[in-house]
T-cell receptor, first 113, second 116 residues
Framework: NAGVTQTPKFQVLKTGQSMTLQCAQD?????MSWYRQDPGMGLRLIHY???????DQGEVPNGYNVSRSTTEDFPLRLLSAAPSQTSVYFC????????????FGSGTQLSVL | TQLLEQSPQFLSIQEGENLTVYCNSS?????LQWYRQEPGEGPVLLVT?????EVKKLKRLTFQFGDARKDSSLHITAAQPGDTGLYLC????????????????FGKGTLLTVNP
């Protein structure tokens, strides 16, 4: 049971480049989400999904797109990277009920030059 | 406006000391969770508290949920170097219809360093 798997672990982009951060979970969780973590800002929700075909915006969605074609996968796309998107990104999943544990991936450290 | 305020932001202590970390809000939460994060890894859940006034113990860690379900504390007894990490609290509230059944909001965290 792998849990939540994120790739890549590290990535460097130039301003304006696009890329996709991959996230997969094997726990059949309905809910999946993407967070970014910046010093002094804590974890901020970018986008989330409560099931295949359903996505919604979080606290800081601008500059990011998501899709949920399967229960297992929830990729995060940066269409035109900006230096302000330099951060550590975490994918997380859980069952969509009150009090459920959030399982995090190990993170992607992204630098945009 | 930060929904969940954690204090202190940084804490550096010697092995064997006791410490308390606080998580405060003006909002009521359905439940509150505490996570610990180590460098280069994602946060890992330590505990979930659901009932106002609830106290849970995990070895040397004691978690308390406020009576009004607006605040929580984490107390560590006889801290050890292995307790070093970023401690995050996260409050859950009912979500809007059509979206998630509940929304989780994180505090900014308390970075704890326990020196040998």
């Amino acid at each position: 049971n792998a849990g939540v798997t994120q790739t890549p672990k590290f990535q460097v982009l130039k301003t304006g480049q696009s890329m996709t951060l991959q996230c997969a979970q094997d726990m059949n969780h309905e809910y999946m989400s993407w967070y970014r973590q910046d010093p002094g800002m804590g974890l901020r929700l970018i986008h989330y999904s409560v099931g295949a075909g359903i996505t919604d915006q979080g606290e800081v969605p601008n500059g990011y797109n998501v899709s949920r074609s399967t229960t297992e996968d929830f990729p995060l796309r940066l269409l035109s990277a900006a230096p302000s998107q330099t951060s550590v990104y975490f994918c997380a999943s859980r069952r969509d009920r009150v009090g459920e544990k959030l399982f995090f991936g190990s993170g992607t450290q992204l630098s945009v030059l | 406006t930060q929904l969940l305020e954690q204090s202190p932001q940084f804490l550096s202590i010697q092995e064997g000391e006791n410490l308390t970390v606080y998580c405060n809000s003006s909002s009521v939460f359905s439940s509150l969770q505490w996570y610990r994060q180590e460098p280069g890894e994602g946060p890992v859940l330590l505990v979930t508290v659901v009932t106002g006034g609830e106290v849970k113990k995990l070895k040397r860690l004691t978690f308390q949920f406020g009576d009004a379900r607006k605040d929580s504390s984490l107390h560590i007894t006889a801290a050890q170097p292995g307790d070093t990490g970023l401690y995050l609290c996260a409050g859950a509230r009912r979500g809007n219809s059509g979206g998630s059944n509940y929304k989780l909001t994180f505090g900014k965290g308390t970075l704890l360093t326990v020196n040998p």
